[in-house]
């Protein structure tokens, strides 16, 4: 009996005593909220990280995030009993998302409840709400560390740390801080990102609440930051919950709590520093970023990839670049330095080589017209397709000691480039164009004869000089209209050497195969494949019945398209009488008919089927100039040559001769020698 009484004694002691224990004290310690997280209750947008921190608020504007320990604490023996002394002790960390701006701060909260329903977001830290602020019934105790300045609770700065009962308006508060042990006040900034710890103190006999906090390096300061004895008997009841709130506002920041430790009627137990999870986890770019881990991965590999690509598209814009400009230069073009020319001049010339710049194609290539960037000067670029290399080395050495010949009457060549499959001269424009677009295909301006005869002396002229005048004998071989060009004062320039060839004087002419254009191929060139002296006075000749007839060398007779050559043509009319009526209609009544007449008659006897009974270059020149008199001949010197040189031409120019002026062989670069 005696011990059976004994042994429920024991037990109702044991009992007792574990309600005593359990109800009356209670202490716990988190160092790390770490997975699976107890005796914690989450509410609003509180997390916690996968590395343990306790996330109140994050990205997400005009939330309130709490979280409270789920276990009732017991302040008070009794209903009407005094508040015991307790103590608690936590590191937080803010980190705004910009630097110097951030949001709502964040408290440590003892409530009657472990959630605030009610609560609102902003400066009321999902702690109040504009109607239960500053109520007494509302029997909350909070710590605020509010990092915004609100007015209407006389906030002292926006970094401060305050002692609230039942109100936001702090019943006291301090500038964030600590005293040193030398007892100097140190500034602390809320917002700094660096986790810092504070510590919450009540006295239950003195009724003194003390407040402190400190960097983590820090030990506890001696003397607290904010003080204020206030006896809580009124506010806290018999059974309380501890924990913490947050809120954001339309600035964000995040709010974390990184450990965290309780004890009624006693001191917290420290927390063990070492063991708190690592703040900021990865590093400033999340920290300045407000990204959870994963983000911060995907972001690093997006960044990544995309400077991989951005880098392979570099490489890519580079080794194209350099394969646009590329050149092709060798030891033999040294001596050619100065007038080689940059391609990538060239290109930004003419606007990478626009459809809108081109001013026609020939038989070699097209040609462009563009303005140098540093000279403003304007040119006019052949692009000259080069596929077989041969006579390059030849061809160039020529190009370049034609290019330092000067001459008024011909187009000045300023330089050459060589790239893989092509050759570009560069020509000095000639803003009035070929002399084709004034002659044909019922031109909107024609010359009238004083122009057209001054071009021809121009072009007789040029013809001269390369034939007799120069160090070396050169034989244009495409004298035609459209490589006559017209300067801005309309004189003739001759243009083009891309067909001619140099010849030392006195030695034979070179033999290649026959290059120029068919209308202006003289028939001795035909047969034997040799570009003469003469064979360049024919096809001046024809030139200039061209120009006084404003017809084509070989024409397309509209009824039984048959084509007809200028040359008979003129000799028809003559034969007939009336040489006169070969003139071009375009112009008009008030030219010198004797002039015409002679010029006509000069044609024609330039365009001879005999290469010798056509006159020298310098015989011309002085007929034109009226030095001399163009010798007396009849038509019916000429007659028997005239129907020779229409067999010729139609026997070897059938294939070729539907469109008239079309270049007949491809230039000397592709053909070879
Ligand atoms: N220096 C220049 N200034 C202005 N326009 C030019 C210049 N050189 C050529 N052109 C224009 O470009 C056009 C094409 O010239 P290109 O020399 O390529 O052909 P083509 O003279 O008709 O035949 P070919 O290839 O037999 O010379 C010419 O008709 C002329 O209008
Ligand atoms: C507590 O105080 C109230 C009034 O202040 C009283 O009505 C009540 O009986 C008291 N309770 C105890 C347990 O003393
Ligand atoms: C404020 O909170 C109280 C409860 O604490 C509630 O009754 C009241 O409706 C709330 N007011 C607003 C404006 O939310
Ligand atoms: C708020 O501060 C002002 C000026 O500092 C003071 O006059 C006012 O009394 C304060 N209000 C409260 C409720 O403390
Ligand atoms: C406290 O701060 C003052 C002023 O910055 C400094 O001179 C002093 O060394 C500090 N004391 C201690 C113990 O760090
Ligand atoms: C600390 O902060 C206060 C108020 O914010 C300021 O007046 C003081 O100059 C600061 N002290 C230091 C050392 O930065
Ligand atoms: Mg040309």
């Known amino acids: 009996m005696l011990v059976k009484l004994l042994t429920i004694v024991f037990f109702l002691n044991i009992l007792y005593q574990f309600n005593q224990s359990s109800s009356q004290i209670l202490e716990f310690t988190y160092d790390g909220f770490h997975r699976p997280l107890t005796g914690i209750y989450l509410q609003g947008i509180s997390t916690v990280t996968p590395s343990g921190l306790l996330k109140l608020t994050e990205k997400t504007v005009l939330q309130t995030g709490q979280a409270f320990y789920t276990r009732p604490i017991q302040f008070k023996d009794s209903p009407n009993g005094t508040v015991s002394s307790f103590s608690t002790t936590f590191v937080f960390a803010i980190n705004p998302l910009m630097p110097t701006v951030s949001g709502h701060g964040m408290a440590f909260v003892v409530a009657p409840n472990f959630y605030l329903p009610s609560a609102t977001p902003s400066q009321y830290l999902g702690l109040f709400n504009i109607t239960n602020n500053g ?24 970094n401060h740390v305050g002692i ?13 801080g600590y005293w040193n042990e030398t007892d100097q006040f140190k500034n602390l900034t809320l917002i700094s990102g660096k986790p810092m710890q504070v510590w919450v103190e009540y006295d239950g006999l003195s009724h003194k609440i003390d407040v402190t906090m400190a960097p983590l390096t820090e030990n506890k300061p001696r003397k607290p930051l904010v003080s204020a004895v206030r ?24 709010h974390y709590v990184l450990g965290w430790s309780f004890r009624s009627k006693g001191k917290a137990p420290p927390l063990t520093l070492s063991k708190l999870p690592k703040f900021p986890e990865l590093g400033p770019l999340r920290m300045s970023l407000g990204l959870t881990p994963r983000e911060v991965l995907i972001t690093i590999l997006l960044i990544s990839l995309f400077l991989i690509f951005l880098i392979l598209f570099l490489v890519r814009f580079i080794v194209r670049r350099r394969r646009k400009f590329a050149e092709e230069l060798e030891d033999w073009e040294t001596e050619f330095a100065r007038t080689r020319m940059k391609f990538k001049d060239l290109y930004y010339a003419t606007k990478g080589f626009k459809k809108k710049g081109l001013l026609g194609s020939g038989g070699f290539g097209s040609v462009y017209k563009g303005v140098m960037r540093k000279t403003n000067k304007e040119i006019a670029v052949k692009r000259v397709s080069n596929e077989s290399r041969q006579g390059l080395k030849e061809f160039v050495s020529e190009i370049v000691s034609i290019g330092r010949m000067s001459h008024r009457n011909l187009v000045p060549l300023l330089g050459y480039c060589r790239r893989k499959d092509e050759l570009l001269l560069v020509y000095d424009y000639m803003p009035n164009g070929s002399l084709d677009k004034y002659l044909h295909n019922t031109p909107e301006v024609t010359l009238n004869w004083k122009q057209r005869l001054k071009v021809i002396k121009g072009v007789a002229s040029a013809l001269f000089y390369l034939h007799e005048d120069w160090e070396q004998v050169v034989i ?61 006075v024919f096809a001046f000749g024809v030139l200039v019945l061209e120009v006084a007839c404003g017809r084509r060398p070989i024409e397309i007779q509209n009824q039984r398209s048959e084509r007809v050559l200028l040359v008979d043509l003129v000799f028809g009319f003559w034969n007939e009488g009336n040489i006169l009526d070969a003139k071009d209609p375009n112009l008009g009544t008030e030219c010198d008919q ?9 044609g024609l006897l330039c365009s001879h089927s005999d290469p010798l009974s056509r006159p020298t270059m310098r015989q011309v020149l002085n007929y034109l100039n009226g030095d ?16 020779m040189m229409l067999g010729i031409h139609q026997r070897v120019g059938e294939p070729v001769m539907s469109n008239g002026g079309s270049s007949m062989v491809d230039s000397i670069l592709s053909g070879g020698r």
């Open 164 to 176: 609230d009962i039942n109100s936001l308006m702090s019943v006291q508060s301090s500038p964030a």
């Open 476 to 536: 244009h071989r495409d004298v035609k209209a459209s490589n006559v060009l017209l300067d801005a004062e309309h004189n003739g320039r001759l243009g083009d050497f891309g067909l001619a060839r140099l010849c030392g004087h006195g030695s034979d002419p070179l033999t290649t195969h026959v290059a120029g254009t068919w209308g202006y191929l003289a028939p001795d060139h035909i047969r034997t494949g040799k570009a003469t002296t003469a064979t360049d």
């Open 231 to 254: 006896d809580l008997s009124s506010v806290i009841q018999q059974e309380m919950f501890v924990g913490f709130s947050s809120a954001t506002g339309s600035v964000l920041s995040e």
């Open 628 to 643: 001399a008199m163009l010798p007396d001949f009849s038509p019916l010197d000429l007659r028997g040559n005239g129907m």
């Open 135 to 158: 109520d007494d019934s509302n029997h909350v105790f909070a710590v605020e560390l509010d990092t915004i300045q609100s007015a209407e609770f006389n906030d002292t700065n926006d």
């Open 594 to 602: 004797r002039e015409v007449e002679m010029v006509l008659k000069l």
